[in-house]
């Protein structure tokens, strides 16, 4: 059995050049059928450039994409039909109804015309919109939009659905509404490729999640594998006022053998995870020193503490590089 | 073939996106025309006392009757009865709208050629607008089945554009290409550009279609759409007093004339848009290039009377085949064979260069 037809996806070498610029430098990774697989990184790591070369908008300057075996730049036609996409903002056309937004695009995927009514009735069903064929979308509610726009985007029946950031910007009801069809549509088979910037949404609904930054693959695998990259053991973290904070430190050092440091605005170290009942310990001796600390706190690692060891800066803080490599892109691509 | 197929539904995704707006795009469409058509097209409706000069060679009872007849209205004040040169020169000097001259042979034409030829200046527009149709109706009482009157704009010899009725008739071929392109660049390019801010052209690109799909459903309905601002504006016109001389024959020729100037200012929308990121630029751009093609185009004022320095941007000028071309149908009634050969070879050279600019540099921009 050929390799590539284990898996959905196949990226091989890719890379993509906008001048001088190198938005994605030689990714390599794998989507197996029917998972759920999560892209992070921030839009000018190369996420998005990834993205459209996947979706068939951007031609690669190296490497392949397989697509369910087909490769995606000499069988695009066929390659789009498996694909799915949806775009973080809502694209549905305002002014048209429902039932045209949807007939419309059943005929750019090249539904046969005695199937589009049919599709077209049922994709409605599916987005709970049938008593709203006929109105004009524009006047739909922001989830009921949403939800027409997920429907087009699966009107040719796709084994692959990307989702690019599909709850930024929702309400935590509508969010959880579209947690919840991403498993159910996933349940039913359809491999999902979402990205998010939300990590986590990455932890608790993906399978596996790759990282991405400046063009390249940082890590790949489960939540679970990834934060045992980042350590083996427990997060201890203890935020003091200024003129304590050396007592603890000293305190720490000299009774635990931990030694702290500052990150995030607060004292923390990686502990062995068998020093958890030593928690009361250390907030008795700090107690008995008389050193009053904010908080004290262990945790296993998040997917924030992978990302900032993995790309050396908190998610947030990408924002402002983010869009400067924008810029950069932009210059140069398009 | 699939392409094709691909643009008819392009082409009906814009057409239900115009129908559903379908009010505004004709109000819009017919507000600027019916403002212009109102305001300038009855310059010189109230002109009287326009001042001619009398060159009389004749000298017979018929023609002292005619000069009679000329001043019997008060349309016409005849302030000089001179001689041909000296009647010329008051023309240039501006002291008089239009010479008259009456020869020898009046009432009678010498050989088929005229008996009575009449000068204006191209620079006194709304004014010979009026005097001229006046002189005509005067000098046609003594027609013998032959035309007896030759009308001469003086200086540059032009044709007759504009001078056997009045400047609203003038100004409406003018008008009418005035909505096509306007319709053009303000419908298909801009919808691209709203589309790509929507996110719409990177849900087509992300179907099995082609670009060029997307362009020539663009452009087929970025052409219907302004061919029917065109027809609007016609119709438009004929309500407020217009006419078409050569009856509603005269469609046959008009039709396809504001078709091709819809396409190519179609194509050239499209390839504006696909380049130009934002609506307040795309308009500066697009009002550059509309204002000066039309009025270039002598859709307010005869093409003839520009500066020198202006004469060969008007030559150049599309718009200036097609304003002629309509100008002969609606107001002197006969599309001479010259005419129809250099207009349409102008707007279909036009067209086609819309056509090929908008396929060879469109620019799949998506972001």
């Known amino acids: 059995m050929n390799s590539s037809n284990s898996y959905s996806v196949v990226i091989k070498k890719l890379s993509k050049k906008f001048g001088d610029f190198e938005a994605v430098k030689d990714i390599n990774f794998e989507i197996k059928h029917g998972e759920i697989f999560g892209i992070l990184g921030p839009n000018g790591a190369g996420k998005t450039t990834t993205l459209n070369m996947i979706l068939g908008l951007l031609k690669p300057t190296g490497g392949s994409i397989l697509i369910e075996g087909n490769d995606n730049v000499e069988e695009s036609e066929k390659v789009k039909q ?31 015309e005695s199937q589009v009514e049919q599709k077209v009735n049922h994709a409605l069903e599916e987005a709970n919109l049938l008593s709203f064929a006929d109105v004009a979308a524009g006047t739909f509610s922001g989830g009921m939009q949403r939800r027409l726009n997920l429907v087009k985007s699966m009107i040719q029946e796709p084994k692959i659905l990307i989702l690019d950031e599909p709850t930024t910007g929702l309400d935590v009801q509508s969010r959880v509404s579209m947690w919840n069809e991403i498993k159910r549509l996933n349940h039913e088979g359809m491999t999902i490729i979402l990205t998010t910037q939300y990590l ?54 000299s009774k635990f053998g931990i030694a702290l440091v500052h990150n995030n605005n607060r004292l923390e170290a990686t502990i062995d995870s068998d020093m958890l009942g030593n928690m009361a310990k250390i907030a008795q001796a700090l107690d008995r020193e008389g ?11 998040t997917m924030d503490d992978v990302f900032i060891k993995l790309t050396g800066s908190s998610f947030r803080d990408k924002a402002g590089e983010q869009q400067s490599s924008m810029n950069k892109v932009s210059k140069y691509g398009r | 073939m699939g392409m094709l197929k691909d643009s008819l539904t392009i082409f009906d995704r814009e057409m239900l996106i115009f129908k559903s707006n379908l009010r505004t795009n004709i109000v819009r469409s017919l507000m600027f025309p019916l403002i212009i058509i109102i305001f300038f097209g009855n310059i010189g409706s109230s002109v009287s006392g326009v001042p001619i000069a009398v060159a009389n060679y004749a000298n017979n009872p018929q023609s002292t009757q005619l000069i009679n007849s000329l001043e019997s209205g008060s349309t016409l004040s005849i302030v000089a009865q001179t001689d041909q040169a000296t009647g010329l020169d008051l023309l240039r000097q501006g002291t008089v709208s239009a010479l008259v001259v009456i020869l020898p042979s009046f009432p009678k034409e010498q050989q088929g050629s005229p008996s009575v030829y009449v000068y204006y200046a ?155 990121k934002t609506i307040e630029v795309y308009t ?37 085949y097609a304003t002629e071309g309509i100008r002969d149908v609606m107001l002197n009634g006969f599309f001479p064979f010259g005419h129809i050969v250099t207009d349409f070879s102008a707007v279909i050279i036009f067209a086609l260069l819309g056509i090929f600019i908008s396929f060879k540099l469109f620019k799949n921009t998506i972001a």
């Open chain 2, 122 to 276: 191209t620079s006194q527009f709304a004014e010979s607008g009026v005097a001229i149709p006046t002189i005509e109706n005067a000098v046609q009482k003594y027609n013998n089945g032959i035309s007896n009157i030759q009308i001469t704009s003086d200086v540059n010899a032009v044709s007759t554009q504009g001078t056997n009725s009045s400047y609203r008739d003038f100004l409406i071929a003018g008008v009418i290409l005035m909505s096509v392109a306007f319709g053009a660049v303000f419908g298909g390019g801009m919808s691209i550009i709203i589309d790509r801010q929507l996110g719409n052209i990177k849900s087509f690109l992300i179907t099995p279609i082609n670009k060029n799909a997307i362009i020539l459903g663009k452009l087929f309905s970025g052409t219907v759409q302004s061919t029917l601002y065109g027809i609007l504006a016609l119709g438009l016109g004929i309500l407020l007093g217009g006419s078409i001389s050569m009856g509603i024959s005269g469609l046959v020729w008009i039709i396809p004339l504001i078709l091709f100037v819809a396409m190519a200012f179609s194509g050239i929308a499209i390839m504006l848009g696909s380049r130009i």
């Open chain 1, 82 to 112: 498996i694909i799915g996409f949806m775009t973080q903002e809502t694209v549905v056309d305002s002014y048209l109804t429902a039932r045209d937004n949807l007939r419309i695009f059943a005929r750019l995927y090249h539904i046969p």
């Open chain 1, 291 to 301: 050193i009053n600390v904010e908080a004290i706190s262990m945790h296993l690692p």
């Open chain 1, 200 to 253: 986590e949404e990455a932890d608790s609904l993906c399978d596996r999640i790759a990282i991405i930054d400046h063009g390249t693959v940082k890590a790949i695998g489960t939540a679970q594998e990834l934060k045992r990259m980042v350590s083996k053991g427990n997060i201890l973290g203890i935020n003091a006022s200024e003129k304590d904070e050396e007592k603890v430190l000293k305190l720490l050092k």
């Open chain 2, 284 to 320: 500066i751009v697009a009002q550059s290039i509309v204002m000066p093609a039309w009025f270039l185009s002598g859709a307010f004022y005869p093409a003839s009377s520009f500066p020198p320095l202006l004469q060969p941007f008007s030559v150049f000028d599309p718009l200036t």
